[in-house]
């Protein structure tokens, strides 16, 4: 009696016997590979610009683009004082309702004040003019001066109360050699 393992062998010897061969194809002979053509050398890159050169190129872009945005605003501004809105913090709120800026911002009191140099020069003289009459009529402490300033109705740049530390600051930046108080 045979194995399974030898009637296993015995089938695939006889199955390999029987089976017809495929016949081998002919090879094809290969077409001859054309070389590919020169790639087009590129345009030459401009010489680098020096770090000096970089940064006046970007400062006159920014100065250009402040320019445009001032030269934008300016209407807007005359604007919101012909309306009535005399401090920078109205004219704010004004430019807010009428003249959003991009994205959602706001106006800030900082945006108008780099953009309006003459206008904060003018603010700060009133402020200037207040703080003297107030230290005429014999003030001394930042506490009473900011008093005698909320008292008067003026406000600080961002509408808010005078504090002493508000008057401190401004007199301390006024003549940084002397102590205010």
Known sequence: MRTYSEFVEEVAREHVKNS?????KALKPRPAIS??????????KPPRRTVEE????AAIKTRAYRDARIAAVLPLVEQAQ?????????ICRYLDNIHPPLQGEKWSTATLSRMLPERVAEQRRVIDAAIAQAQAEGL???????EWLNRHGHRTARDRDWTSHNVFRLLKAR???QNPM
């Open 82 to 90: 012909r309306d009535g809105c005399s401090r920078l913090i109205d």
């Open 20 to 24: 017809p061969q495929k016949p081998r």
């Open 54 to 57: 970089g940064w006046a190129s």
């Open 140 to 146: 001394k402490s930042s506490r009473s001066i900011a």
């Open 35 to 44: 070389p590919k053509p020169p790639r087009p050398k590129a345009p030459p």
């Open 175 to 177: 003549n940084p050699t």
